[in-house]
C-alpha cells in the first residue's frame, strides 16, 4: 500500500488547511488511519486518528478543537481539517496505515504504512 499525503502549504496564524492523503488500493475500509507531524528537531508525533468504520476518533490534546481527522466519500481517502493554525503547527504531517485493525492506534509502531509526508508552515 502507498500512500501519498498532500494539502501542506504556508499560511499565516488562524488560517485554515485541509490535507489529504489518498492511497493505491480502491478503499481503506480494511486500515485505521493516523496523521502524525515532526517538527524541525523534534521526534515524531501523534496528531490523530480514525477507525476503520470512522465511527471513532482520537486526537492529541494541542489539536482536539481544531483538526478534524475524517474518511472521504473517495474510500481511499482520508483528510485532516486544520483550524486556527498556529506558528507551533510548524512541521512535516504524514499519514499512516493499520492494517486489519479495529481501534485508534496512536503511536508511530501501530501502523504498517507511511506516507512521504507533506509540510505545514505557519508564520505568526
Known amino acids: 500500500v502507498q500512500l501519498q499525503a498532500s494539502g501542506g502549504g504556508s499560511v499565516q496564524a488562524g488560517a485554515s488547511l485541509r490535507l489529504s492523503c489518498a492511497a493505491s488500493?480502491?478503499?481503506?475500509?480494511?486500515?485505521?488511519m493516523g496523521w502524525f507531524r515532526q517538527a524541525p528537531g523534534k521526534e515524531r508525533e501523534f496528531i490523530a486518528a480514525?477507525?476503520?468504520?470512522?465511527?471513532?476518533?482520537s486526537y492529541t490534546d494541542s489539536v482536539r478543537g481544531r483538526f478534524t481527522i475524517s474518511r472521504g466519500n473517495a474510500k481511499n481517502t482520508v483528510y485532516l481539517q486544520m483550524n486556527n493554525l498556529k506558528p507551533e503547527d510548524t512541521a512535516v504531517y504524514y499519514c499512516?496505515?493499520?492494517?486489519?485493525?479495529?481501534?485508534?492506534?496512536?503511536?508511530?509502531?501501530?501502523?504498517?504504512?507511511w506516507g512521504q509526508g507533506t509540510l505545514v508552515t505557519v508564520s505568526s
Open positions: 488500493v480502491r478503499t481503506l475500509h480494511n486500515f485505521a
Open positions: 499512516a496505515a493499520n492494517y486489519d485493525g479495529y481501534g485508534v492506534y496512536t503511536t508511530s509502531g501501530e501502523y504498517d504504512y
Open positions: 480514525i477507525t476503520r468504520s470512522g465511527g471513532a476518533t
